[in-house]
């Protein structure tokens, strides 16, 4: 099969490799859509060490193969494989938590992903989704990662109740999901971002106010607009100044939510404003993809339309394509999300 191979940091190329094999307890899927997300990025850009030689953990596709043990899916099921996979063994999975599973089973990290013609899951009956008849390859890629990750942290984690502000830093793939997720519960949402495209988007996501903080102070702006800041900021970036600025938009007693990973400009810590949090009942708090119980409750809000991820498709685009928007999103140039469709024509590094 063909499939997208990192070889160190920036370095991936489309390659000929070897097809999975499925055990017993595993599945074999045939992507059909695969999001290029910005968490691959940062495996990409050296923020995160590489351990598997093909990324993509945001895939629909088809049953191939199913090991003997495996008791609800067959061959030509569609799916969605979530990146939150798990063994149902330790204590997380045994109080509801999957997503926090001591032995993880995530596409891309753990074993190879979706930038690929085929992928081998392990453990299918845990770690795949049926994918509903009445959402297409396309939109149901979202569902993987950045759509769960966003509903997980807004309605489990945040607990967003209508009514509320929720400004939201970042609008990309996670944070136009936020978006859209706040916006259908009843929330007045304002958007921020660098990126005027990226701001239109988010108004058809269900933005009601935007702000571009090229062009002024966003902090200044959001609790002007509130009248005295939010009861909710969302970091769906992951960098010092989109982290600090959530915390300095919100309220007395706002809930920080963050989403978004560092950089390794970051390194994984940022200075947070300690004495102010106490002060004013400030939450901070973190979230993880979405243990796969919950799609029970987010599969009907996508079928009915009321959270629309295929607004936010860019472009279909090559397995060979993927790199260059790697590219973009290292200048922060990217608007909306793109979907790998077209794998077997993808050129081969020869």
């Known amino acids: 099969m063909k499939a997208l191979v990192i070889e160190g940091v920036k370095k991936a190329f489309v390659q000929e490799v070897a097809d ?6 595993g599945v074999i899927v045939k992507v059909k859509a695969n999001g290029v997300c910005r968490s ?9 060490p590489i351990t598997q030689k093909i990324l993509g953990h945001e895939f629909t ?15 030509g099921d569609n799916v969605i494989v979530p990146f939150s996979g798990s063994d149902g063994t330790c204590p997380y ?5 999957s997503n926090l599973c001591n032995t993880s089973f995530i ?11 085929y992928v081998g899951v392990p453990l299918g009956d845990r770690n795949i989704i049926h994918l509903p008849e009445e959402i297409s390859f396309l939109d149901g890629a979202a569902l993987g990662c950045r759509l769960m990750t966003a509903f997980h942290g807004i309605v489990d984690r945040a607990n967003v109740a209508p009514g509320e502000w929720v400004v939201v830093y970042g609008c990309g793939g996670v944070g136009l999901n936020a978006i859209n997720i706040a916006s259908s519960i009843g929330a007045t949402v304002i958007g921020v971002d660098i990126n005027p495209k990226n701001l239109e988007l988010a108004k058809q996501m269900g933005a009601h106010i935007v702000i571009n903080s090229k062009e002024v102070d966003p902090v200044e702006a959001v609790r002007e607009i509130t009248g005295g800041g939010a009861n ?8 010092a100044d989109t982290c600090l600025n959530g915390i300095n938009s919100l309220a007395k007693r706002g809930r920080h939510l963050q989403i978004g990973v560092t950089t390794k400009v ?14 004013q009942e400030i939450q ?37 394509d993927v790199t260059n928007i790697f590219e973009e999103m290292s200048n922060f140039n990217t608007t909306g999300t793109y979907i790998v469709t077209e794998f077997s024509n993808s050129a081969v590094r020869v």
Request: aromatic content about 8%.
């Open 266 to 279: 970051e390194g994984g810590k940022v200075a947070l404003p300690i004495d102010q949090m106490v002060m």
């Open 107 to 117: 596409p891309g990290s753990t074993y190879d992903g979706g930038y690929a013609e």
């Open 232 to 239: 909710v900021s969302i970091d769906a970036l992951g960098i």
């Open 61 to 75: 596709g088809i049953v191939e193969e199913v090991g003997k043990n495996v008791k609800n899916f067959k061959k």
């Open 284 to 320: 901070f708090i973190g979230t993880l993809g979405m243990p796969n119980h919950r799609f029970e409750s987010l599969l009907p809000l996508v079928k009915q339309g009321k959270i629309t991820p295929g607004k936010m498709i860019t472009a279909e685009i090559a397995l060979s």
């Open 20 to 25: 999975p094999t499925v055990d017993e307890n």
């Open 93 to 97: 999975c045994q109080q509801g938590h």
């Open 40 to 48: 691959d990025w940062h495996y990409w850009a050296g923020d995160i």
